[in-house]
């Protein structure tokens, strides 16, 4: 079971909603993924006009647990507002903060989102701020009380996968709260690595929703992150620099 703030979910495989083909692709991936919890921009949603068209109109939302994300927000105090415009919607007390300071890489802004982050939490939010794979900024954002942090593995949408392992394995190590790698992931690969790293959880968008088959992506993602976390529980042999027989040597006839 993966434990962030007061919720608990059954699976560590968070999905993004946007970019979907259609909405027939979009539920039948949401489906076969086994989520539990659906993010989304708070941006893209009409939240106080209910008869403008919903781009969650075929998934049955009361199955999910909906985790706004603040992606829009130039500053601390924009992505504030955009939490409570989610919150006063009656959405999850959870809040996504991503705070873009890069429009060519995409990276998020390290000193807006610490401010994000000390702010939201004051207002009583669970807060899972998205960051890059910055060890220091990792634990300094665990140090004012964040509920799980999200680091990058390679530019979101990129699909690179995880271009630097010894900081990420860094970050995790050092976790006092959950990790959910976020942005990069391009393959099942990709998400076993992340979850044999140690991670918590992961949360992809592009790599299911870009794909040829969303759909069977989506399956593959949720096969890959349920063996690399088992993987990672069972502790993996020590690599060697020589070979070693798998049968025993002693007492042969």
């Known amino acids: 079971m993966l434990k962030i703030g007061q919720h608990t979910f059954e699976s560590h495989l968070f999905l993004g909603t946007g970019k979907f083909e259609n909405f027939t692709v979009q539920k039948e991936a949401v489906e076969a ?21 919903n781009f ?11 985790l706004p994300n603040t992606a829009g927000a130039k500053n601390a105090e924009e992505a504030v507002r955009i939490a409570k415009l989610a919150q006063a919607s009656g959405l999850c007390d959870m809040v996504k903060v991503e705070i873009i300071g890069c429009a060519k890489t995409l990276l998020p802004d390290p000193v807006e989102t610490l401010r994000a982050t000390e702010m939201l939490l004051a207002e009583g939010f669970t807060v899972l701020p998205y960051t890059s794979d910055d060890v220091v900024l990792a634990r300094k954002l665990q140090e004012l009380g964040c509920h799980a942090v999200m680091p990058g593995a390679s530019p979101i949408g990129s699909g690179q996968g995880i271009i630097n392992p010894y900081n990420l394995r860094h970050i995790i190590e050092q976790a006092t709260v959950p990790v959910i ?8 690969k990709d998400a076993a690595e992340a979850m044999e790293l140690g991670a918590n959880g992961v949360l992809l968008n592009t790599a299911v929703s870009g794909a040829r088959n969303p759909v069977l992506m989506a399956t593959a993602m949720k096969l890959a992150v349920e063996a690399g976390r088992a993987s990672y529980e069972a502790g993996r042999i020590d690599k060697r620099h020589y070979a070693m027989p798998s049968s025993p040597v002693a007492e042969l006839l």
């Open 181 to 188: 790698v976020d942005a990069g992931l391009g393959s099942a």
């Open 56 to 66: 969650l109109e075929q998934i049955n939302v009361q199955d999910y647990t909906l």
């Open 33 to 53: 993924s086994g989520t539990n919890v659906l993010t989304f921009a708070v941006q893209r949603m009409n939240i106080f006009e209910p008869q403008q068209p």
